[in-house]
Structure formats: structure tokens, C-alpha cells
Nanobody, 131 residues
């Protein structure tokens, strides 16, 4: 099982980045995928979530209207489009996959799930937003 994030980097405030999370080793379209982030000296926090079909998504209040999560099940990849970036978005961004009974997985993103519900994690990608 592998989740590999990419697309991080250094960007000026107001800029955009698109993160990708490429999955392998499990049945991708049976899993909800979440994006989390951890800033220096802070706890990891949930950013966004998407259900297996992509029909349900959710976002942290701090990123609503600026970030968009999507997935391409044919490519086993989830994306996080980040626009209007702010210095406070600086963090290591992680993707994670959560499986289980289909009814549970499909309901997972009604609200941002806790990280304890996720089975597999990527290694993270650094996003730095300069002011």
C-alpha cells in the first residue's frame, strides 16, 4: 500500500498550488480520502475529505471557498486545488485513505473525520506560502 503526495512547493500569498495523491496497493475506489496538514509546532488538522465516488466532500472552515478536492478513480489519484493561498496555509500536507463497510465509508465525509479513522497515510509534501 502506498500513498504518494506531490505538488507542494514555495508560493507567494495569493498564489495557487495543486497537490496530488497517487495511490496503489489497495482498491482505491472503495476508500474515502482525506487531506490533512501539520504546521510547525501545531497538531495535525483535517483539511478536506472526499468519498469514494466523489459525491460528497467537506472542508475545514479555514479553507472553504479556496480549496477544492477532487478524485480520478481511473488514475487512483486525489487532487487538492489550493487557491488564494495564505501564509497560514504553510504546512506539511498529507493524504490518507479510509476504508471499511461501504455505508460507513460513504458517510465519512459528512463532517471532517478524525485522523484515527484513516488506515493509510502518505509521507507528506511541504507547502510554504510567503507573505
Amino acid at each position: 500500500v502506498q500513498l504518494v503526495e506531490s505538488g507542494g512547493g514555495l508560493v507567494q500569498a495569493g498564489g495557487s498550488l495543486r497537490l496530488s495523491c497517487a495511490a496503489s496497493g489497495f482498491t482505491f475506489d472503495d476508500y474515502s480520502i482525506g487531506w490533512f496538514r501539520q504546521a510547525p509546532g501545531k497538531e495535525r488538522e483535517g483539511v478536506s475529505c472526499i468519498t469514494p465516488s466523489g459525491g460528497n466532500t467537506n472542508y475545514a472552515d479555514s479553507v472553504k471557498g479556496r480549496f477544492t478536492i477532487s478524485r480520478d478513480n481511473a488514475k487512483n489519484t486525489v487532487y487538492l486545488q489550493m487557491n488564494s493561498l495564505k501564509p497560514e496555509d504553510t504546512a506539511v500536507y498529507y493524504c490518507a485513505a479510509a476504508g471499511g463497510p461501504i455505508t460507513t465509508v460513504q458517510a465519512m465525509c459528512v463532517m471532517l473525520p478524525d485522523e484515527s479513522e484513516f488506515d493509510y497515510w502518505g509521507q507528506g509534501t511541504q507547502v510554504t506560502v510567503s507573505s
